[in-house]
């Protein structure tokens, strides 16, 4: 061995040690999308050596030397109609499996997790529901669906974990979602695969799936106090959302209790439901978005709330399941040191008519 | 030399035809001002040339930087405006108008029978809007470059970049308007000036297949052009339509762009495909196998072409019901592509083959195109397009279809034509020894990117995880291989203007109408109009021409 120089002979023996072909398969979804992609490389394979075997034999059979004069032949009807037909054939396989298992990676299951993933230049924040932030990094319980909830503060990006085949566009403005199932505890890459700038390279971060005891032990280190629907009810106070949005007869925004989810009549006729991206929508752009019955008296929070502030407020307005939640914010205001009163953008809350003045 | 090139002259005789397109003016001016097809197919031939070794520099340094795994040659920055500026020249100044601008500008007027385009004027004008478009974009290159990748993704390009965005955009939106103008003067010539007797069903291969490109180019490009102008106006005057704070949507922009940009494939793909006809029937002596099939799969795909944009927007969020109808479309798509493979592959059946460069550059058109296209259904199959997008995988792609088909397909096209443009021959050895060069430097450079792409490492990376470093090094190991392979065209091709031997009219005994004129032609091409009077690739007409000649002479 000593001839070899000691650079080649390195190259060599992290060849031989680190040779990887194929990503781990540590999600629910990876071995049902592996099983078509090997489907599609092995029609491959086969069109492929059909093409060379034609292409080769041809050649040797019918080369000038062998066969000086070439037979002219117009064509074959039947030839061509069967390499039409199975092609398309295989292609249409194709095309129904693929179809089949993208529905199942963008269809969460009803009891998924979900986990909010706000992406910008040059990093991924995740929220968790229980309060925990995390830059640049996802802990996951293992055997556990987990929905993403996806938005970009600023340019497209995207989500993605190649070990779990799965992948999602980040975009400004609009909520996208995308699920997963972890199935092996591990710690995975996380890549960020749409080209945001200066830094796309280095929007890296990992993906931990942790068996449920170890993530059980994880929560609990990293909590920051409070859960994300707490912190969204501190900003739904401090922002006075509740002057208007409260349960008293005369309030002047309809009550959010129970809203979630449920079928909305807007003042254009329209029935929506108000799912996150509803909420989030209702909450920037407020004119187009009156519910049937009230004035539209809202100001827009553009620009005044962070995509984070806003998933906060949709966290909180997802678990207003009674009256009860809206009168004890309504109570917490009162109570609200002065000094976070003022923090807030346009916490002026003149009492009893706390429309917010912008 | 090859014993199939049955008509070269006795050397010692030979000589160029005094009177012929290069011979009849000289002077720069002759040159800058020429409306003959042939002259401006010179021109453009020269000029996507040298954009070609531009972009190729560009690519050798992006290799050179993924050599490690540390962004260690040159900043991330300056990585990003190398590999947007590589992309936008390979597209915009060497892909897009490779072979309709050289060789389809060289010989459809020759092949239809015509002295000429129908518009030699705007002929013309298309090169010099390349050309003003060209300097447009390497003055943006130079002073700063762009760093938007060649897709302009808005709002990145319109709200968070500092670079060159409008110069580059203006660069190609005037590019766009060359290519417009090259589509519209096909349409009309094949419409209009095809001789006597040639009817839709007796055109070469090569016609049709530019015939479906220029289609493709007329309705795309006006599409890019609006695209870019949104994106310069949002830049400027910040009119909003893609900004989703003033309720326009960023997802709109992708729709435009893709609207022209997968077409744009085509107008890639297309011209080079009726290159491989060409050569694959004269080579084996035998017509087409089922022309109308290989004519109708041309026009096929420029159609279908248009329907399949949203492809490139699976995992963007769009509906998952057009995702299911676009990734169908796509399915379709796919099926003329191997309906013309097979037919190249059976043209060979009980043919008389041999194996000049342009055949050897059509068998590795074949090989590579295949790989290319079959991994284009792993991404048109939805599911499997979501682990794949965005990718190594899609590098490897599209270099298999546009490296590995267009650019093979290419130099296959220049060297089975050179005689006809020269009037002489280049070095059949070493030419051969380039071809194989390029294929095996082609595979060792873009094979190990599937793996890399399936693995999941990222495209528009300048570092990654030290893991993808082995397959990496293969990687740019078969990049420098490739270099040499196009290096070495260049070197023998000019060697060959002045010492190659006299080709002759017809050194390969092929039968389109381009052949049955002298070489370099005359600027009118030929000296009476011709009739056409047989079906393409008669080769019996073709010996029946010869005994008659012999007949005649003797």
């Known amino acids: ?358 | 030399m090859s014993t199939t090139i049955v008509t070269l002259p006795d050397q010692s005789t030979a000589r160029i035809p005094k009177m012929n397109y290069l011979s009849k003016e000289n002077g720069l001016l002759s040159w800058l001002l020429t409306g003959d097809h042939k002259r401006i197919a010179i021109l453009y031939l020269i000029s996507i040339s040298f954009f070609f070794f531009i972009g190729g520099a560009l690519a050798g340094l992006i290799r050179l930087e993924l050599l490690t795994p540390q962004s260690d040659l040159m900043a991330t920055d300056t990585y990003n405006k190398i590999f947007s500026m590589h992309g936008i020249i390979m597209i915009f100044f060497f892909l897009v108008p490779s072979v309709p601008a050289t060789l389809g500008n060289f010989l459809i007027p020759m092949m239809l029978g015509a002295k000429d385009l129908a518009l030699p004027k705007v002929n013309l004008l298309s090169w010099y809007l390349y050309i003003a478009a060209g300097i447009l974009a390497l003055y943006a290159m130079i002073t700063g470059g762009v760093d938007t990748g060649w897709t302009f993704t808005t709002p990145l390009s319109t709200h968070y970049v500092n670079t060159n965005v409008i110069t580059t955009g203006m660069a190609i939106f005037i590019a766009g308007f060359s290519s417009i103008f090259t589509g519209l003067n096909f349409i009309v010539t094949i419409h209009k000036m095809r001789a006597p007797g040639m009817t839709w069903f007796r055109m070469p291969l090569f016609v049709w297949a530019h015939y479906a490109t220029s289609i493709l180019m007329v309705l795309g490009t006006p599409v890019l052009a609006i695209a870019l102008v949104l994106v310069v106006l949002e830049r400027t005057v910040g009119i909003g339509v893609f900004d989703p704070a003033k309720g326009g949507d960023p997802l709109l922009f992708q729709h435009l762009f893709w609207f022209y940009s997968h077409p744009a494939v085509y107008i890639m793909i297309l011209p080079g495909m009726g290159v491989i006809s060409e050569v694959i029937s004269t080579f084996s002596r035998k017509r087409v196998f089922g022309y109308t099939a290989v004519a109708f799969s041309s026009v096929a795909i420029a159609v279908f072409g248009f329907f399949v944009w949203a492809h490139h927007m699976f995992i963007m969020g769009i509906s998952n019901y057009s995702v299911l109808i676009f990734s169908l479309l796509t399915m379709l798509v796919a099926v003329p592509s191997a309906i013309k493979i097979f037919n190249w592959a059976f043209t060979l059946y009980k043919g008389s083959i041999t194996f000049e460069t342009p055949m050897l550059y059509a068998f590795g058109f074949m090989g590579l195109f295949t790989i290319g296209g079959m991994t284009g259904i792993f991404l048109g199959t939805s599911g499997v397009d979501i682990h794949l997008t965005e990718t190594y995988f899609i590098v490897a792609h599209f270099h298999f279809v546009m490296v590995g088909g267009m650019l093979m397909a290419f130099l296959a096209g220049v060297h089975f034509w050179w005689p006809k443009m020269t009037g002489r021959m280049y070095p059949e050895k070493i030419s051969q020894l380039a071809a194989l060069v390029t294929f095996i430097g082609f595979n060792l450079t873009f094979f190990p990117q599937f793996i890399l792409g399936t693995l999941g490492m990222p495209r528009r990376y300048a570092s990654y995880p030290p893991e993808f470093q082995v397959l990496n090094v293969f990687s740019t190991a078969g990049a420098t291989i490739l270099g040499i392979g196009y290096l070495l065209p260049v070197l023998y091709l000019t060697w060959s203007l002045k010492y190659g031997e006299i080709a002759g009219n017809n050194p390969w005994q092929a039968t389109g109408l381009e052949w049955q004129t002298q070489s370099p032609p005359l600027t009118e091409n030929f000296v009476e109009l011709p009739i056409m009077d047989h079906e393409a690739y008669d080769y019996e007409w073709l010996e029946r021409q010869k005994e008659k000649e012999v007949a005649s002479v003797g």
């Open chain 1, 1 to 358: 061995m000593s001839d070899i120089s000691p650079v080649l002979w390195q190259f060599l023996v992290k060849w031989l040690t680190n040779f990887a072909l194929f990503p781990p398969e540590a999600s629910r979804i990876a071995p049902q999308m592996d099983a078509l992609y090997f489907f599609i490389v092995l029609v491959s394979l086969v069109g492929l050596t059909i093409v060379i075997l034609l292409v080769t034999s041809f050649s040797i059979l019918y080369s000038k030397k062998r066969h000086p004069v070439a037979v002219q032949i117009e064509g074959s009807t039947l030839l061509e109609a069967t390499w039409t037909i199975i092609p398309l054939g295989l292609f249409l396989v194709m095309f129904v499996w693929g179809a089949l298992i993208y529905f199942r990676v963008y269809t969460p299951p009803a009891n998924a997790m979900n986990i909010y993933v706000v992406g910008k230049q040059w990093m991924w924040k995740a929220e968790h529901p229980g309060g925990q932030h995390e830059i640049n990094a996802l802990h996951v319980p293992i055997n556990r669906p987990i929905q993403l909830t996806l938005i970009s503060q600023d340019v497209f990006h995207s989500f993605s974990i190649p070990a779990f085949r799965v992948k999602r566009e980040a975009i400004p403005g609009r909520y996208t979602s995308v699920w997963f199932e972890a199935t092996t505890p591990g710690t995975y890459h996380l890549f960020c695969t749409q080209y945001c700038g200066t830094e796309h390279s280095h929007m890296i971060g990992e993906v931990v799936a942790m068996s449920p005891d170890d993530y059980k032990k994880w929560l609990a280190s990293s909590t920051s106090g409070s859960s994300l629907a707490q912190n969204g009810e501190r900003l739904f106070a401090s922002l006075s959302c509740n002057a208007c949005h409260n349960t008293r007869p005369d309030a002047r925004g309809p009550s959010l209790a129970n809203v979630y989810g449920s079928k909305l009549r807007l003042s254009t006729g329209q029935t929506i439901t108000a799912d996150d991206a509803y909420i989030r929508e209702a909450i920037l752009s407020p004119s187009q978005h009156i519910t049937q019955g009230y004035a539209p008296i809202m100001p827009t929070y553009q620009g005044q709330i962070s995509e984070d502030g806003v998933i906060a407020l949709v966290e909180y307005i997802k678990n207003l399941n009674s009256d009860y939640r809206v009168q004890q914010t309504t109570t917490t205001t009162d109570l609200l040191p002065e000094s976070e009163g003022k923090a807030a953008p346009a916490g002026q809350t003149s009492a009893g008519k706390g429309m917010v003045n912008q």
